[in-house]
C-alpha cells in the first residue's frame, strides 16, 4: 500500500465510480423508455457505444491531456506527459487517492457526458455517424472543459475563481449546449410540426432509468468531494434535496399552467433538481439544495416547452433539462453559496457579487464553446461519414434487422382470439372458447411458427 493513502477514501471513491458508470445504462433505459418502440435498441446502442469509445481514447491520451500540467500556462489545455497512463502505478496519488481509480472516476463523467447528447437527436441520426461523433466531441469539446473546471491548472477555477463543485459547467452545461448544437446542426423530424410530443413507449422502462440515475447520482455528487468525509455528506444530501425540491416546483407549474401532471414530466423534474444542485452540491445549505432545486424545476417547467416556440427538435429535452438546469445551478452558487468549504460566500450569505459575475462568465464561455465547436463537429460528421438518417423513422440503422420486441408473437394471439368475434352477418354467435382452448390454441400456433422457422 502506498504511503499517504486514505483508506476510507479510497473505498468511497471506488464505490462512487461503480456508482457513475451505472448512470450510463440508466441513461440507456431513461431514454429508451421516451422514445418509439422501433428506437429503443438505437438507444441502448448509443450509450454503450459511449462506454467503450470515451474508455479507450481517455485511456489513450484524454486523461492526460485533461489533467497533466498545462500547456502554456492559460489553463486551457494539459499535455501528453501521462499518455497511455504513462508513470501512473498503484503507488501513485492524487491526494490521499490512488490516481488509477480518481483518473476512472474522472472517466464516468465523460462517459455520461457524451451520452447525454443522444436524447437531443434520437430517432433521426445514423448509428455510424454518432461513433464518429462520440470520439471527435469526446476529444475537441470534453477533454478542454474537463481541463478548465476539474484541474488543478485550469482557467475557470484558478484563474477565474468560479465554484463547480461536481460538473455543473463540464457535465451539464456542456450536455445542454451540445445537444443543441446537434439539434440545429441536423434537421428536424419530418413530422416534428405536427407532434406536441413524441409519446413513450415505456413509461416504466423510463422510471427504471431514473432509479439507476439516481442512485448513481450520489456517487456523481458526494463522490466529488474525493473523501467521505466534509464536504461528501452535505454534498449526498443536497442531491435529494435539490431533487426532491425541483420535483415541487415542476408538478405545481405543470397544474397552474395546464390543470394537469403526467409521469414523464415527474421523472424528468427529479433529473432537473439533481441537474441543478450538481456544481451546487458542496457549496450550499440544505435550504440552499432545496430552494435550487425548487428553481430548477418551476425554470426547466417552462424551458422545455422553448423548442416548440423556436421550431428546434430537442427530441427529449436535453437542452430544457441539462442546459437550464446546470445555468440555473451555477448561477444560484452565486448567491447561496455559504462558504464553508470553499471560504467563497455568495450575496445571501455576506459575499459580494464577484463570485456571481464569476460563475456567469464561466457559463457564458463553457457554453459558448460548447456550442460553436459541437455544431462544426456535427455539420463536419453529416458532410463526410454522414450523421442525419434519410427518414427518421423507417431508415434508422438497427430498427430493420433488430427488434426489442416479438411484435410476431403478438400479431398471432391476436390472430387466434379473434375468430370468435367474426361471424356472418345472420348466423350465431361462435361459442365462447374456455381458457384451456385458448391455451391449447396458442400453444399450436407458437408450436407450428417455431418448426416453420427451423
Known amino acids: ?32 423508455g421516451m422514445v418509439r418502440t422501433k428506437h429503443v435498441l438505437v438507444m441502448l446502442r448509443m450509450s454503450f457505444a459511449c462506454l467503450c469509445i470515451v474508455t479507450v481514447i481517455w485511456f489513450l491520451f484524454g ?22 497512463m504513462h508513470g501512473i502505478g498503484p503507488s501513485e496519488l492524487t491526494g490521499r487517492i490512488p490516481t488509477l481509480i480518481y483518473s476512472c472516476f474522472m472517466l464516468s463523467f465523460a462517459i ?18 454518432w461513433l464518429v461523433f462520440v470520439a471527435v466531441w469526446t476529444v475537441l469539446v470534453y477533454i478542454p472543459i474537463a481541463h478548465w473546471v476539474f484541474s488543478p491548472a485550469g482557467w475557470v477555477t484558478q484563474h477565474l475563481g468560479a465554484l463547480d463543485f461536481a460538473g455543473g459547467t463540464v457535465v451539464e452545461l456542456n450536455s445542454g ?11 428536424r423530424r419530418g413530422d416534428f410540426a405536427r407532434r406536441t410530443s413524441s409519446p413513450p413507449h415505456s413509461i416504466p422502462l423510463v422510471a427504471i432509468g431514473l432509479a ?39 408538478v405545481v407549474i405543470d397544474w397552474l399552467r395546464f390543470r ?55 427530441t427529449l429535452d436535453v437542452v430544457g433539462v441539462h442546459g437550464w438546469g446546470g445555468l440555473v445551478g451555477m448561477l444560484a452558487i452565486g448567491l447561496f453559496a455559504t462558504g464553508t468549504f470553499s471560504g467563497k460566500k455568495g450575496i445571501f450569505f455576506g459575499g459580494s457579487a464577484s463570485l456571481l459575475a464569476k460563475q456567469a462568465v464561466a457559463v457564458l ?24 438518417s434519410a427518414d427518421a423513422y423507417e ?30 352477418r345472420g348466423a350465431p354467435a361462435a361459442a365462447p372458447r374456455s381458457d384451456a382452448e385458448v391455451l391449447s390454441a396458442i400453444r399450436a400456433a407458437l408450436s407450428a411458427r417455431d418448426e416453420a422457422q427451423t
Do not use: H
Not at 435550504?287 to 422545455?304: E, N, Q, R, T
Open 395 to 424: 431508415e434508422v440503422p438497427g430498427s430493420a434487422d433488430e427488434q426489442a420486441y416479438a411484435f410476431g408473437t403478438l400479431q398471432e394471439l391476436e390472430t387466434l382470439l379473434a375468430p370468435g368475434d367474426r361471424t356472418e
Open 212 to 250: 439507476l440515475l439516481w442512485f448513481g447520482w450520489f456517487g456523481f455528487n458526494a463522490g466529488s468531494a474525493l473523501q467521505d468525509q466534509g464536504a461528501a455528506p452535505a454534498a449526498f444530501m443536497n442531491t435529494q434535496l435539490g431533487a426532491a425540491g425541483a420535483m415541487v416546483g415542476w
Open 365 to 388: 464561455a463553457c457554453a459558448g464553446y460548447s456550442f460553436v465547436v459541437t455544431w462544426l463537429i456535427a455539420k463536419g460528421v453529416d458532410k463526410t461519414v454522414g450523421f442525419r
Open 1 to 32: 500500500m502506498p504511503t499517504g493513502v486514505d483508506n476510507g477514501d479510497t473505498a468511497w471513491l471506488m464505490a462512487s465510480t461503480a456508482m457513475v458508470l451505472l448512470m450510463t445504462p440508466g441513461l440507456a433505459l431513461f431514454y429508451g
Open 63 to 84: 486523461y492526460s491531456l485533461a489533467f497533466s500540467g498545462d500547456l502554456g500556462g492559460a489553463g486551457l489545455l494539459g499535455n501528453l506527459s501521462q499518455a497511455a
Open 260 to 314: 394537469r401532471v403526467d409521469t414523464i414530466g415527474v421523472l424528468s423534474s427529479a433529473v432537473a433538481g439533481m441537474v441543478a444542485i450538481t456544481p451546487a452540491c458542496g457549496e450550499v445549505n440544505t435550504l440552499g439544495a432545496l430552494l435550487i432545486g425548487l428553481a430548477a424545476g418551476i425554470v426547466c417547467s417552462f424551458a422545455i416547452g422553448f423548442k416548440r416556440r423556436f421550431k428546434i427538435d430537442d
Open 112 to 129: 455520461i457526458t457524451v451520452a447525454l447528447i443522444s436524447g437531443s437527436i434520437a430517432g433521426r441520426i445514423r448509428f455510424a455517424g
Open 177 to 187: 449546449m451540445a445537444g443543441l448544437a446537434c439539434a440545429i446542426a441536423l434537421r
